[in-house]
C-alpha cells in the first residue's frame, strides 16, 4: 500500500481530537478516507496540533444567516409568453457546440 505522507489526517489521526470526519472537512482539514493504520506506530497527535479555532465545533457560535429576500409574483406579460425557453436554450446550444465549426470555416 503506497502511503501519502503529509497529504491529510487519517480517520484513526482525527480519533483522539474528537473532531469527525464530515466536521473535519468543513473545517478545512483534508481527511483521507482510504488510509489505513497499518503501521502499528502511535500517533502523538493531539488536539494542540489542530489551529485553536478548529478544535471544538461544538462552542462555536452559529453564523447568522441573511434574511431571504422574497420578491412579490408579478403578473405574466405578453412578452413572456411570446419567448419559448426551450427554443431559446436549444439554440444557445447548438452555437456553443459548432463554434469551432464556424472558426474552422472562417479561417477557410
Request: a positive charge; charged letters at 30%.
Amino acid at each position: 500500500m503506497r502511503v501519502l505522507q503529509g497529504y491529510a489526517f487519517t480517520l484513526t489521526e482525527l480519533k483522539p481530537t474528537g473532531i469527525h470526519k464530515r466536521e473535519a472537512r468543513g473545517l478545512g482539514i483534508k481527511v483521507d478516507y482510504g488510509q489505513g493504520d497499518d503501521t502499528g506506530k502511535d500517533r502523538r497527535f493531539t488536539r494542540s496540533d489542530v489551529p485553536v479555532e478548529q478544535v471544538d465545533a461544538s462552542t462555536r457560535s452559529a453564523v447568522p444567516l441573511p434574511a431571504p429576500v422574497h420578491e412579490p409574483p408579478r403578473a405574466i406579460t405578453a412578452d413572456d409568453k411570446s419567448v419559448n425557453a426551450y427554443e431559446t436554450l436549444r439554440a444557445a446550444w447548438q452555437r456553443e457546440k459548432d463554434a469551432n465549426k464556424r472558426i474552422q470555416a472562417a479561417k477557410k
